[in-house]
Nanobody, 116 residues
Framework: QLQLVESGGGLVQAGGSLRLSCTATGSIYSATSMSWYRQAPGQQRVLVAGTYGGGGGVFYGDFVKGRLTVSRDNARKTISLQMNTLEPGDTAIYYC?????????WGRGTQVTVSS
């Protein structure tokens, strides 16, 4: 069964950087999109960034202001999220999502905590 495993979360001071990775246990070539969402305590899960399949480009959530960069490596079955100049407001659980054949598959999430 295809699964997504996130890694790279942790505790970082404001202004620091983290790189999140999401690796699939199977091929991602057929995925329509792979993306990152985040959910802060008491808030809804929101889109952070993602990539379309077949080299269709990338997309970002409305709040992203150039501090985050998403990338995808089909050969390594991985999508990554480079986060720079982190702020306390970036504290959340970050989830990876794959949409494949009309079905959304979610990872279990990785915690990112930014201290002031």
């Amino acid at each position: 069964q295809l699964q997504l495993v996130e890694s790279g979360g942790g505790l970082v001071q404001a202004g620091g950087s983290l790189r999140l990775s999401c690796t699939a246990t199977g091929s991602i070539y057929s995925a329509t999109s792979m993306s990152w969402y985040r959910q802060a305590p008491g808030q809804q899960r929101v889109l952070v960034a993602g990539t379309y399949g077949g080299g269709g480009g990338v997309f970002y959530g409305d709040f992203v202001k150039g501090r985050l960069t998403v990338s995808r490596d089909n050969a390594r079955k991985t999508i990554s999220l480079q986060m720079n100049t982190l702020e306390p407001g970036d504290t959340a659980i970050y989830y990876c999502k794959m949409t494949i054949r009309g079905v959304d598959l979610w990872g279990r999430g990785t915690q990112v905590t930014v201290s002031s």
